[in-house]
């Protein structure tokens, strides 16, 4: 089992960047495919960004595809998601997630949640 702890999320304008951290209890963190979901009032949860075990794959939505980067430290037991260039429509509040085996897109397929990070993008 794991435990996730999303951080770093906050107010900021349009263009800005910001960058997520979710911690991981537990010893198994590498074990695990680890995912950014951002969900808005309303809306279903969206995939972000997703990551292997060993951080060489990853993967990502396209409306986020050359702004946003996914990275892990396992020797850390953490995850990042580096947003850059942000937009309005990237308002949402980002949850990390993991999962055994692949990188999958649909967030009923994640076994782990954290609490969830609000971010705010500002025009």
């Known amino acids: 089992q794991v435990q996730l702890v999303e951080s770093g999320g906050g107010l900021v304008q349009a263009g800005d960047s910001l960058r997520l951290s979710c911690a991981a209890s537990g010893r198994t963190f590498s074990s695990y495919v680890m995912g950014w979901f951002r969900q808005v009032p309303g809306q279903e949860r969206e995939f972000v960004a997703g990551i292997s075990r060993s951080g060489g794959s990853t993967y990502y939505a396209d409306s986020v595809k050359g702004r946003f980067t996914i990275s892990r430290d396992n020797a850390k037991n953490t995850v990042y998601l580096q947003m850059n260039s942000l937009k309005p429509e990237d308002t949402a509040v980002y949850y990390c997630?993991?999962?055994?085996?692949?990188?999958?897109?649909?967030?009923?397929?994640?076994?782990?949640w954290g609490q969830g990070t609000q971010v705010t993008v500002s025009s």
């Open positions: 997630a993991a999962r055994s085996l692949f990188i999958i897109t649909t967030a009923s397929s994640y076994d782990y």
